[in-house]
């Protein structure tokens, strides 16, 4: 079973930056797509950003694309969020997840999340 702990969220400014972590453990973590959803309160949990197993192909929401970038360390078992030129709308829990079908459909066990928030 694998298990996934998001990190790295907290209070930002408007066009300041976060870099956010998922550590997995389980070993079949590293062979699928992995991605980045959020969830802001009283809304939907939404699609963030995708990446493939080996790092080299990527997939982004229209509302993040430019600003945030995904990628994958599989030798810790571990994917990133760099989000820079955060908005206040960006404010949102940010789980991590192993994508079944290109590009953003989920499966699996969630994290905890880690929150994220953006003042003006």
């Known amino acids: 079973q694998v298990q996934l702990v998001e990190s790295g969220g907290g209070l930002a400014q408007a066009g300041g930056s976060l870099r956010l972590s998922c550590a997995a453990s389980g070993r079949t973590f590293n062979s699928y797509p992995k991605g980045w959803f959020r969830q802001a309160p009283g809304k939907d949990r939404e699609f963030v950003a995708t990446?493939?197993?080996?790092?080299?192909?990527?997939y982004y929401a229209d509302s993040v694309k430019g600003r945030f970038t995904i990628s994958i360390d599989n030798a810790k078992n571990t994917v990133y969020l760099q989000m820079n030129s955060l908005k206040p709308e960006d404010t949102a829990v940010y789980y991590c997840?192993?994508?079944?079908?290109?590009?953003?459909?989920?499966?699996?066990?969630w994290g905890q999340g880690t929150q994220v928030t953006v003042s003006s």
């Open positions: 990446i493939n197993w080996t790092g080299t192909m990527t």
């Open positions: 997840v192993r994508i079944r079908r290109w590009p953003q459909e989920p499966f699996g066990s």
